[in-house]
């Protein structure tokens, strides 16, 4: 799993444990080990944002899946607000300026370490079920 993280945010404002916080709590959201998670902050950007260039975030999160495009759209929105929550606490930023893109692939197109995804869940063990 991969995530991308963009805000108007000065990094100054930015928690020095926002990154590491945040992929322990998509570990637990989606039961996944940290193996298996990265994540990327860009602060500074400068966006508009419904007309605005308050505070705001964007983030992309790409999760492998054993049959991508079967989540449901209750486990998105749960999973939506339960980052909308997250970031919300975290950096302030409320959960009316921040867009989440969540995006599934094949365990078998992704790969780290030389190995596919679909590997390297082999190896650790069962992929968990949504």
């Known amino acids: 799993m991969s995530y991308t993280i963009d805000t108007n945010l000065e990094p100054g404002r930015i928690p ?30 400068v966006f508009d944002f419904s007309g605005s260039a308050d505070p705001c975030v964007v983030m992309h999160l790409t999760r492998g899946s054993q049959k991508p495009g079967t989540v449901s759209e209750e486990a998105v929105e749960k999973y ?16 009316s300026r921040l ?29 968990p079920s949504d």
């Open 99 to 127: 867009m989440i893109f969540y995006h599934e692939h094949d365990l078998a197109l992704i790969g780290n370490d030389g190995k596919t995804l679909k590997r390297i869940w082999s190896e650790i063990g069962t992929f």
């Open 16 to 45: 020095d444990r926002f990154l590491a916080d945040t992929s322990d709590f998509l570990c637990a959201l989606f039961n996944r080990p940290k193996k298996v998670i990265m994540g990327q902050l860009r602060a500074g950007q």
């Open 80 to 95: 939506v607000a339960a980052i909308s929550e997250h970031v919300e606490r975290s950096l302030g930023v409320p959960r």
